[in-house]
Nanobody, 119 residues
Framework: QVQLVESGGGLVQAGGSLRLSCAAS????????AGWYRQAPGKQRELVAT???????NFADFVKGRFTISIDNAKKMVYLQMNSLKPEDTAVYYC?????????????WGQGTQVTVSS
């Protein structure tokens, strides 16, 4: 199987932290680039952060200085460290990655993980 599975979401108070994880399945040999997106109720999905496997990162303005993204190809994992969380960060967070498989490079989305920040 070629899939991504997110975990680490939950309920946290404003000002708190969470670390989201995105695990690549056995059918994936490496992660080339990855991004985290989020979708709040009634809103469109938006880009949160991206990273290459070389460590080049980009962040949406609304998370700069609070979130970090990283790829660990030894573990085939993508992480999103979220600090100083705000109620407006509440959303379903999705991992997306371009991954290397036996059939070539593919794009995959995870199923999403809910993050809820209480005020």
């Amino acid at each position: 199987q070629v899939q991504l599975v997110e975990s680490g979401g939950g309920l946290v108070q404003a000002g708190g932290s969470l670390r989201l994880s995105c695990a690549a399945s056995e059918g994936i040999s490496s992660i080339n680039t990855a991004g985290w997106y989020r979708q709040a109720p009634g809103k469109q999905r938006e880009l949160v952060a991206t990273s290459t496997n070389g460590g080049s990162t980009n962040f949406a303005d609304f998370v700069k200085g609070r979130f970090t993204i990283s790829i660990d190809n030894a573990k085939k994992m993508v992480y999103l460290q979220m600090n100083s969380l705000k109620p407006e960060d509440t959303a379903v967070y999705y991992c997306n990655a371009f991954v290397q498989t036996l059939s070539g490079m593919k794009s995959r989305w995870g199923q999403g993980t809910q993050v809820t920040v209480s005020s």
